[in-house]
């Protein structure tokens, strides 16, 4: 089966359009999304004023099993945080305030979505 066609594919793009289009409606800009580094990817970067937000995203149908940010554990802050630094290395952007955010997204099969944003969830690893 191919990524395009991964029903966990399929949803972790709508949750990723989903959280983009509330953090716009919340004022922050989209700067790219999708973006892969040699390091790694980041779903969505942001800006919130001056601040460059890198936000990953968690979608999941249900919380049966967890919520969907805990599976943003200290592996994946390590990985993130070096995609983070790539990308503001290559786009002169040092010394520019950032932060890391999480959104998480529950899709359930039917009814509304559940979208939740924690900002500056975690600080930047080594």
């Not at 800009?29 to 969505?44: N, S």
């Amino acid at each position: 089966m191919s990524p395009d066609n991964d029903p966990r594919h399929e949803l972790g793009r709508e949750g990723e359009r989903l959280a983009e289009h509330f953090l716009r409606r919340h004022g922050l800009k989209t700067v790219t999304r999708h973006f892969a580094t040699p390091v790694g990817e980041l779903d969505l970067v942001m800006r919130d004023g001056d601040t460059v937000a890198f936000v990953e995203v968690k979608t999941r149908r249900d919380r049966r099993h967890a919520d969907p940010e805990d599976a943003v554990g200290r592996d994946k802050q390590r990985r993130l945080t070096r995609a983070a630094r790539w990308f503001i290395h290559h786009r002169g952007w040092d010394g520019r305030p950032c932060r890391f955010d999480i959104v998480s997204v529950i899709l359930p099969g039917t009814g509304e979505a559940e979208i939740e944003h924690f900002p500056g969830a975690f600080s930047p690893t080594r």
